[in-house]
Each structure stands twice: as C-alpha cells, then as structure tokens.
C-alpha cells in the first residue's frame, strides 16, 4: 500500500494546478448533484402531496421510475443512449452537454437523489403537525406563506434523520461515474490496479477514502440534528 501511496497520492488526494485530484472530483460530483437535487426536490414535494391529481401522479411517475431502476443504467442511457439521437447531436449545447462525462453524470446523479429526496420531503410535510397548520390559517396566513414558513421548513428540518442517510447513499453512488470516465476516487483507484497488479491495496485505499467522507458526512448531519431538532428531544420531567 506504501508503493502505491508513493505512486498515486496525488492522483487520489492533491490538486496540482493541471487536474484535480479522485477525491475532489467525487466531493465535486457529490455536491452539484445534492444541491441541484434538493432545489427541485423541495417543489416536487408540494407538488407530490398536491390535491391537484395530474401534477401528484406526474411526480410520482417520476419518482418510481428514478428509485425503480438503478442509477448506473440511467447513467449509461443518460452517457451513452441520449447522444444516439440526431437532434441531440445536432443541437450544439445538447451534443457539448451530453458528449460530457462530468455533465451526464451530474445529471444522473442529480435526477437520482431528486427522486429519492422529493419522496422523503413530501413524506414529511403530509406528517406536519395539524396544529401548525390551524395556527397558520388563524394568522390568516395565505396557502403560500404557510407553506414558506411553517410547512416547508418544518419538514426539512425533520427529514434531516433521513435526508442525512440519502447523502451517504449519494456520496457512495457516485462510484459509478468511472463508467463515463469521470476521473473520481474509484477511477484512480482502478488505474493503480492496473498499473500496480495489487487489486486488494488500490480499491483498499479508496475504500477508506470513502468510509472518512462518510464519517466526516455523519458528524455534520448529528451536529445539524442536535441543533435543529433539538425540540424534539426527550426531555426528563
């Protein structure tokens, strides 16, 4: 492991001014894709436990199909399948976008995590405590401000628990960008295999890489946790 430490430390830790390193790419990666998804997830939501039946069964056809099939075939569809159409390759942004790995794949994780996110947030808003919304509707508070000031936020601070384990989920997803030749940890990890013959040391480091971000993930959230759902503990009478 010292030999390939020697060897590959830069490609799986350091960004020397030409490339980025495995690790930054897979942080890269991680957090495009959780910030793009959390910002449709939070809509998706409203509108998945809306009363309005065509927008409800619209995401939900989303979610199933994105939480119904695994990610690395939508990757390779997204990679491989949607340039084979003629407008996609004749379209200029479409053919730049799609012809990209690090864009397919943040487009496949991100529509990913949407789908998982949207469903626990929507889980969470239908469970909002029904006196919440009494008092709202007697402040005279209209469907939208209700919604940006009580519901909303309540839900996403008690689908932190949650929310905190489908971030770990996508931090160990993002293994699948090597398919697009997306230089992340796992990819490094491969060309040291390859170049060094010792499979076990080269995907060993890299599974460590992961287990310290995962670590590093779980201390955030049981700190975000302790903070904002505080009210919620137990407290001795």
């Not at 959390?38 to 409203?46: E, G, Q, S, T, Y």
């Not at 010792?198 to 995907?203: G, N, T």
Request: aromatic fraction near 16%; charge should be positive; glycine fraction near 6%.
């Amino acid at each position: 492991m010292i030999d390939i430490l020697n060897q590959f430390w830069r490609a799986f830790l350091y960004w020397d001014g030409q490339g980025f390193s495995g690790l930054a790419v897979t942080l890269w990666l991680l957090d495009a894709s959780l910030f793009i998804g959390f910002i449709l997830a939070v809509p998706l939501a409203v509108a998945r436990i809306s009363k309005n039946k065509f927008l409800s069964v619209a995401v939900w056809c989303y979610t199933y199909v994105f939480r119904g099939t695994p990610l690395y075939v939508q990757l390779l569809l997204i990679y491989t399948g949607l340039y084979g159409f003629e407008f996609v390759r004749s379209t200029e942004v479409l053919s730049a976008v799609f012809r990209s790995g690090y864009y397919c794949s943040i487009i496949a994780f991100a529509l990913n995590t949407c789908a998982y996110t949207t469903e626990i947030f929507a889980g969470a808003m239908r469970t909002t405590n029904h006196g919440e919304i009494e008092a709202a509707r007697a402040y005279g508070m209209s469907w939208f401000t209700m919604y940006r000031r009580i519901v909303i936020p309540s839900a996403l601070r008690r689908s932190l628990p949650q929310y905190g384990n489908e971030v770990i989920l996508m931090l160990h997803a993002t293994s699948v960008a090597f398919t697009a030749t997306v230089p992340d940890i796992l990819k490094v990890a491969r060309d040291a295999n390859a170049a060094t013959y010792q499979s076990f040391q080269s995907f060993g480091i890299a599974a460590l890489l992961y287990l310290a971000v995962s670590f590093a993930l779980v201390a955030l959230f049981r700190q975000a946790e302790q903070r904002w759902l505080a009210y919620l503990a137990v407290r001795p009478h």
